[in-house]
């Protein structure tokens, strides 16, 4: 598995996400919250995030987004772990609730714990149906 993370991977529907957000359940581990719909989409991977911090705990564009960009290569390092267990097409928002930076390696670890909770609740929601 080539560890990219492309355009066809990112969402960027509007309509998906504003389904997302209404229809989505939500996973979280501190500082990192997740919104996750399993729902079918236009991309050939089984995937789709987004990635968002809010400008009200962040107020500078240049701390915004260093923090998007740690979160897009945390997720592109671990993605295998999802690509692998999943097996209806998703989509999720992944958000920074925190109010301070967290080092690249903690952030990895949160991340890694995310992403094995969306695994658990996507399996969890399999068996029920």
């Known amino acids: 598995m080539k560890l990219t993370l492309g355009k066809q991977e990112r969402l960027k529907s509007r309509k998906l ?12 581990n501190f500082p990192l919250r997740m919104v996750f719909l399993q729902v079918q989409h236009t991309s050939t991977f089984p995937i789709q995030a987004a990635f968002s911090v809010p400008k009200r705990n962040f ?4 701390d915004r987004n260093r923090i998007k960009r740690l979160l897009r290569e945390t997720y592109r390092l671990q993605k295998e772990i999802v690509y692998s267990k999943l097996e209806k097409p ?35 929601n399999d068996e029920t149906i």
Do not use: H
Request: hydrophobic share 40%; charged share 30%.
């Open 17 to 28: 996400i504003e389904k997302l957000f209404t229809d989505g359940k939500s996973v979280k």
């Open 59 to 62: 107020k500078r564009a240049v």
């Open 90 to 124: 998703t989509v999720c928002m992944i958000s920074y609730i925190g109010k301070d930076e967290l080092p690249f390696d903690q952030l990895f670890f949160k991340m890694t714990n995310l992403l094995q909770l969306l695994i658990k609740e996507t399996c969890k």
